[in-house]
């Protein structure tokens, strides 16, 4: 049972490694990651005056779910489209692996993204982290929950426009209904229960409570708990839905 | 124990039957051809084969292990080469070569051994640090085999392997065919080059609408239609000599190509002289007289109703769409 986790881990990271290399870290896709966020912060702030703790946790999670997810929602398929996800699927490695490697591309990505504007941001801002460590916590598991959700996308979808489609579709409504620089409790209680099943609520969360709080609140637990569900969630589905959609 | 066992291996996708209970044994250290038209199951079968896809039922079993119950296992010695050259454009031959073997756990010495003695065996060592994007299509085959060989599998597949290659490279190609085979290395090959499957084969299979229609080895499967003899004759005129030819006894069959008769006698020793008789009385002079023995190709025609001419057209015609899309 060790060993094939294990052998599952070093495979996985060996896919994570070549898709960092073959589609990640370029350019275009770091600008893309940050762009849209950022637009969609001055769309948000033109309504008022948001509070900069609410700006730097929302839009640090912005970064890290445009980012990934981006990304993520075509790697699937291009690899699809390329007839390389064959070589893949001939090695002797599960789908899962395959799953499992993918998302950890994306959540390295996600991780510099977000490093790339959390701590800067919290600087420039005058936001004072009360715990660092916890913010890295936060970041890591949104980081693995948004590249698990861009998986689930490019699963399903045969081209790179689909997927793309499939991965607007569940991240806009998300920005809008996840407090993301908006306090929840401001929203009507029917959207605070639908916020409840979107991952995007659970990472601004916990990465307000890593800001405003030097200990593990009962929130943030709470938040970790509920992105590594998400997470677990996710990429099994994505698993099922690869299973179907091409063994 | 067998390389490949195949017993009742069948593929639905939705309600349209791709492969329909399937069987045959491929021995260990054997060169085993599968032939077919487009849409025969061929590939559909061979991607089961290599645990691509799951049979709908059946069970196939590779080197003794069950594909579809230990697919990992299974999948440890077996090397694909897909028709279609699958390296990763962005990454260089060499990091191409090295992923290929760290997805089956190579150690890092040997994986680095082993891709340089490939590189160098495929003629792509000096450019082992270009992106294979910038290949010509022959580089990418080499470089797609040398992926597949980069585990050092027991058992190999090859699909089309020399499909659209030069002279040189094609005749390179079989060549390491033939020297892995000699290493004891079983392949599985897959090819419209009905030359190429007779030269190399030990054993065919034949497949035509998800069913194998013929299994043996290329001389048993010709001998097989031997029940008709050919002639190509040529006269020193042509004209309406079809239809005349068609009342020789013995005759089964008159095709005119070019200049020449093809005709299909039950008997060459009986219809030669009766030849003779036939261009006495109708004036004419033979200018030249073959018998010929069947063909490999004839098998396939016979079996599958399509010449392989036409399949490999409509192999290009597919691929011309496929570009164009």
Redesign the interface.
């Known amino acids: 049972m060790t060993k094939s986790w294990t052998d599952t881990t070093i495979k996985a990271f060996y896919i994570a490694l070549k898709d960092a290399r073959v589609y990640y870290f370029k350019a275009p896709n770091f600008t893309y990651g940050i762009l849209i966020p950022v637009s969609l912060y001055l769309a948000f702030s033109m309504a008022g005056n948001i509070s900069t703790k609410l700006i730097v946790a929302g839009l640090t999670s912005l970064v890290m779910l445009f980012g990934t997810t981006s990304i993520e929602a075509v790697a699937v398929v291009l690899e699809k489209q390329t007839g390389t996800l064959d070589r893949l699927l001939a090695a002797p490695i599960s789908l899962f692996t395959i799953v499992l490697g993918k998302a950890l591309a994306g959540f390295f990505f996600g991780l510099i993204l977000a490093g790339v504007v959390l701590f800067p941001l919290a600087a420039v801002s005058g936001v004072v982290i009360l715990n660092p460590l916890l913010a890295v916590v936060a970041i890591a598991f949104t980081s693995m929950a948004f590249s698990a959700l861009g998986i689930v996308a490019s699963a399903y979808a045969k081209w790179v426009p689909e997927a793309q489609m499939i991965s607007n579709f569940l991240r806009f409504p998300m920005v809008f209904l996840s407090g993301t620089f908006v306090a929840l409790e401001t929203y009507p209680f029917q959207l605070q229960v639908v916020a409840r099943f979107l991952p995007l609520t659970y990472s601004v969360e916990a990465l307000r409570s890593s800001i405003s709080s030097s200990t593990v609140t009962l929130t943030y637990a709470v938040d970790i708990g509920a992105l590594a569900l998400f997470t677990v969630i996710l990429l099994a589905l994505s698993t099922v839905i690869l299973k179907k959609r091409i063994v | 124990m067998n390389a490949i066992k195949v017993e009742g291996l069948t593929k639905y996708y939705a309600n349209i039957l791709a492969v329909d209970h399937v069987n045959f044994e491929v021995n260990q250290g054997e060169i085993f051809g599968f032939l077919g038209p487009n849409g025969a199951g061929k590939t559909t079968t061979t991607k089961m084969l290599?645990?691509?896809?799951?049979p709908t039922s059946g069970t196939l079993t590779i080197a003794g292990k069950n594909m579809v119950r230990e697919?990992?296992?299974a999948?440890?010695s077996?090397g694909?080469v897909?028709e279609?050259s699958?390296?990763?454009?962005?990454?260089s031959a060499w990091?191409n070569l090295i992923?290929?073997a760290?997805?089956?756990?190579v150690p890092k010495v040997e994986r680095e051994k082993k891709a340089k003695e490939l590189l160098e065996l495929f003629g792509l060592y000096e450019r082992r640090k270009d992106r294979a994007g910038v290949f010509s299509k022959g580089m990418k085959r080499r470089l797609t085999i040398a992926?597949g060989l980069i585990h050092k599998p027991s058992l190999l597949f090859l699909d089309e392997p020399t499909s659209g290659l030069d002279v040189q490279s094609s005749r390179m190609i079989r060549n390491l065919i033939k020297d892995l085979n000699r290493t004891g290395v079983t392949i599985f090959l897959t090819t419209h080059y009905i030359e190429e499957a007779d030269q190399l084969c030990q054993r065919i299979a034949m497949i035509n609408k998800g069913i194998i229609v013929a299994l043996d080895s290329p001389e048993k499967l010709k001998a097989s239609v031997e029940k008709h003899q050919i002639i190509d004759v040529s006269f020193d005129q042509t004209r309406n000599l079809e239809q005349k030819l068609s009342s020789l006894k013995g005759l089964e069959k008159a095709v005119q190509f070019g200049d020449k008769f093809r005709l299909h006698v039950r008997s060459t020793s009986e219809a030669v002289p009766l030849l003779g008789d036939f261009a006495r009385e109708n004036g004419l002079k033979i200018v030249s007289i073959h018998t010929l023995n069947p063909s490999l190709e004839d098998v396939f025609v016979g079996m599958t109703g399509l010449s392989p001419e036409i399949m490999a057209n409509e192999k290009e015609q597919g691929k011309k769409v496929a570009n164009v899309d």
Do not use: H, S, W
């Open positions: 290599t645990g691509q896809t799951r697919p990992i296992e999948k440890k077996v694909v897909p279609n699958n390296v990763y454009d962005e990454m990091d992923f290929a760290q997805l089956y756990r992926a």
